[in-house]
């Protein structure tokens, strides 16, 4: 061990033996808890590295959590504190990790810092990564070092080693150089204090927005291992939601490419006025020998009900979404499909705002409500949008499960789906990207959507995912 770590080792073990409780500084480690908490999940194996004496990696919940640190007085400080929470815990140095395990999330706060070499610490949690496995480091702005220096200078503050002080573009490229891409960047507080209605009005509202969010204390980089080059194929179910579409039912199947080890479509028929249940049960008898497919008729309305009874029935191990209009041809579907198993992103989107599309294709209010909701989602998530109302979207299916035992979260009050999915990704943390499409016009029949009506019930769940998404 470096004689540098050893002096970082001997510090925390310092602190922890005087059992000294967070009371000045506890809101400001309770909101690094809480953003956190956000992106876990019950079914999740969590590991934080540089643990401490355990606060973050207990308060998250998880079926497997360990925690390391490299001071042994922390861990025996965590385990006081801590006797029954199932918690692993391990005294290591980061930068020579060996843990028999991967884990779903990995956990760096407050940690590079204090680090000898970053690039060598990032680069020691691959081998307990799987091809979805999320980091999250978080780390103080560089702006505030000098205020943090005279704190410790006048005896505010605790008085610490040497410290680290990079910026979001020097912790992006040291993930990036040590095997990892980022997807999402953030920044959080701007006043670490507590007073009563003060901090959650700058903390929860005012830092997300400009200029304050230039002031923010806590940045984050969220990154996923580099996507491999080469990944096995296989099975996927498409479903297509189809409310009185008779005319594009032979036409979805005819145009359908073949693609995966095993190819599933469902069709869900939604209380259509024309006879498209039974041309469904008619026409998909003769492609029975193509594809292997399944027909339902849904209970409920919507395409949001549709999909999800489509995906409930599902086999494959990728779920993918095509309208039953065709608007979208299905010979795009291929390039979603290999997006996603080539792990280009873990729940791919389509766009059809890129190309050029048909005349009449998208109406004119359409088309600006369309750009609307693209930059809402671009500032509500945190990663680029250009489209989130293209009906096209896919993801794998185990996501999805979690997804929806995520979905009490937002409510349950989209009528096409887009958003739910959408909102659900983002609390599992999945890196979501779009693939342009060219946006084709209906050949048959007309559009099931209210400008107006569904117009406001969109904007209504924009502002609700405000309050669960962007001010938390």
């Known amino acids: ?66 925690g390391v640190d490299i001071s042994i007085e922390q861990l025996k400080w965590a385990q006081e504190k801590y006797p029954n929470s199932h918690i692993t815990w391990i005294h290591q140095d980061a930068h020579q990790l060996q843990l028999n395990s991967v884990y779903d999330v990995i956990i760096l706060s407050n940690l590079i810092g204090f680090t000898e070499d970053i690039q060598m610490v990032f680069e020691a949690l691959k081998p307990h990564c799987h091809s979805q496995t999320k980091i999250i480091v978080q780390f103080y702005n560089s702006l505030w070092e000098p205020l943090l220096k005279w704190s410790e200078r006048i005896g505010i503050r605790t008085k610490t080693p040497l410290q680290n002080w990079l910026s979001t573009r020097d912790i992006n490229n040291l993930l990036q150089v040590s095997g990892f891409e980022v997807f999402r960047n953030t920044k959080r507080m701007v006043f670490p204090f507590f007073i009563p209605v ?15 969010r230039f002031f923010c204390w806590n940045l984050y980089s969220f990154a996923r291992l580099q996507p491999a080059s080469s990944y096995p194929e296989t099975s996927v179910s498409i479903i297509i939601p189809a409310r ?4 594009n039912i032979a036409k979805a199947l005819e145009r359908m490419p073949k693609f995966g080890t095993e190819q599933e479509l469902i069709f869900i028929e939604g209380h259509s006025t024309d006879n498209t249940w039974q041309t469904i049960q008619d026409i998909t008898k003769s492609y029975s020998g193509h594809f292997k497919i399944q027909m339902a008729q849904q209970s409920g309305k919507g395409k949001a009900d549709a999909v999800r009874k489509g995906f409930d029935l599902a086999q494959g191990k990728v779920l993918m979404i095509l309208d039953a209009d065709l608007t979208v041809p299905p010979e795009e579907l291929p390039k979603f499909y290999y997006a996603l198993i080539h792990s280009k992103g873990d729940f791919i989107n389509g766009t059809r705002l890129v190309y050029p599309m048909d005349k009449d294709a998208m109406r004119f209010l359409n088309y600006l409500g369309n750009h609307f909701f693209s930059w ?31 979905r009490e979260y937002f409510g349950d009050f989209d009528p096409f789906g887009d958003f739910d999915l959408l909102f659900g990704a983002h609390k599992l943390n999945l890196k979501i990207v779009e693939i342009p499409i060219r946006y084709k016009e209906r050949t048959y029949g007309s559009t099931n959507i209210s400008r107006f009506k569904h117009g406001i019930i969109l904007l209504r769940m924009c502002l609700f995912a405000s309050r669960k998404c962007k001010f938390i």
Request: hydrophobic share 35%; glycine share 6%; net charge positive.
């Open 1 to 66: 061990m470096k004689p540098s770590t050893l002096k970082i080792q001997s510090f925390f073990d310092h602190l922890a033996q005087l059992r000294k409780p967070r009371r000045l500084t506890r809101y400001y480690w309770n909101e690094i808890i809480q953003y956190c908490n956000y992106f876990a999940h019950p079914e999740f194996k969590i590991l934080e590295i540089g643990c401490g004496s355990g606060d973050l990696i207990h308060a998250l919940p998880a079926k497997h959590k360990t």
């Open 198 to 212: 003060v901090s959650r009005l700058l903390n929860r509202y005012l830092a997300h927005l400009p200029p304050f």
């Open 244 to 247: 009185n579409e008779s005319g």
């Open 376 to 406: 809402a989602f671009t500032w509500l998530l945190g990663q680029r949008f250009k489209d989130t109302l293209c009906g096209t979207k896919v993801l794998y299916k185990s996501d999805y499960l979690k997804l929806v035992k995520n």
